[in-house]
């Protein structure tokens, strides 16, 4: 049966919303605003990073050792480590391992890079800095230019979903909904990350940004002069770590038959920042667990309400 003209007419869906086309390509501002919208980026995404952040920083060495033990795994990749970073002025490996100068160097940068996805995305500062990083991966933006192939870029970030969501949905204690709205924010994170590397690919509005002037020279972890990335302290932390530290809260092992191996024997516990960095790291058969932090906070996960 046909429905009524009566019932047709009373349906009712959201207006349509109009998008500046060119605003998209010239005001980062604009851009954001219509991915935060698309993907339904809001108060509940903020909230489950605030609260998932501790989770993310007791991961970062094993990410960050992952990461590199993979981009060195490859010829093509390990290639962009042969050039001489602009905030580098140390000695440099012709052919770069895991402990070479250059590599440590670099190490110690992506892991206050993930230490800043930690921080607080309601302000403008935070999408502008990963804004930034797409740039200077594209040539722009260093004394010393950089060039990374776009193929690299897109999977080096799928790595790191990877080896995070596994982490986050493999934890014993916490509840599901909260693991579920933790995945959920943090790939919206991610996804809007990779959207800010391929704008400085694509050719998609050219025809808006001819003649714009996008070479402004900053030392890396600068924006507009200011210093937005602590790699400082994360050399201190970690060279305090690989003397050795507190007890390491996580009980946990990471282990996959898609990964090489990410550090040397030990026991020590790789996701913990007090500890000695990467020790007992093993990859095998499965990807990261992350454990329970003690029988305190896992007794707080456990009565967390979850997010609505």
């Known amino acids: ?140 933006g260093r004394s010393h230019p950089l060039h990374i192939e776009y193929i690299h870029i897109g999977v080096c970030l799928g790595v790191i979903q990877d080896i995070l969501n596994e982490a986050i949905l493999s934890h014993p204690r916490l ?6 709205s933790f995945v959920k924010a943090l790939g919206k994170i991610i996804w809007i990350q990779n959207d800010l590397f391929t704008r400085w690919y694509v050719h998609d509005g050219e025809e808006f940004t001819d003649g714009m002037d996008f070479g402004v020279v900053e030392k890396e972890g600068f924006l507009h002069g200011k210093k937005v990335l602590d790699e400082t302290a994360e050399a201190s932390s970690s060279s305090a770590a690989a003397t050795g530290g507190s007890a390491c809260p996580f009980s946990v092992s990471i282990e996959s038959k898609d990964w090489a191996a990410a550090s040397s024997s030990g026991s020590t516990c790789p996701f913990s920042g007090a500890s000695k960095a990467m020790e007992g790291l093993s990859i095998k058969d499965k990807k990261p667990v992350l454990a329970a932090k003690d029988n305190e906070d896992a007794r707080s996960d456990t009565t967390e309400k979850p997010s609505r």
């Open 175 to 180: 509840p599901m909904p909260r693991k579920i």
């Open 1 to 140: 049966m046909a429905p009524s003209a009566s019932s047709s007419s009373t349906r009712t869906r959201a207006p349509m919303q109009h998008i500046d086309r060119k605003e998209l390509y010239t005001s980062l501002e604009a851009r954001i605003r219509y991915l935060h919208s698309f993907l339904d980026f809001g108060t509940n995404d903020i909230e489950a990073l605030s609260s998932g952040a501790k989770y993310i920083q007791a991961l970062i060495p094993a990410v960050v050792n992952i990461v590199y033990k993979k981009l060195l795994q490859y010829d093509i990749t390990a290639r962009a480590f042969q050039t001489r970073s602009t905030a580098f002025e140390g000695p440099m490996d012709e052919t770069p391992d895991e402990e070479s100068p250059q590599i440590l160097h670099r190490k110690m940068f992506l892991r206050a890079y993930l230490k800043k996805l930690c921080s607080d995305p309601t302000q403008m500062e935070f999408w502008e800095y990963l804004d930034k990083v797409g740039m200077m991966h594209t040539g722009l």
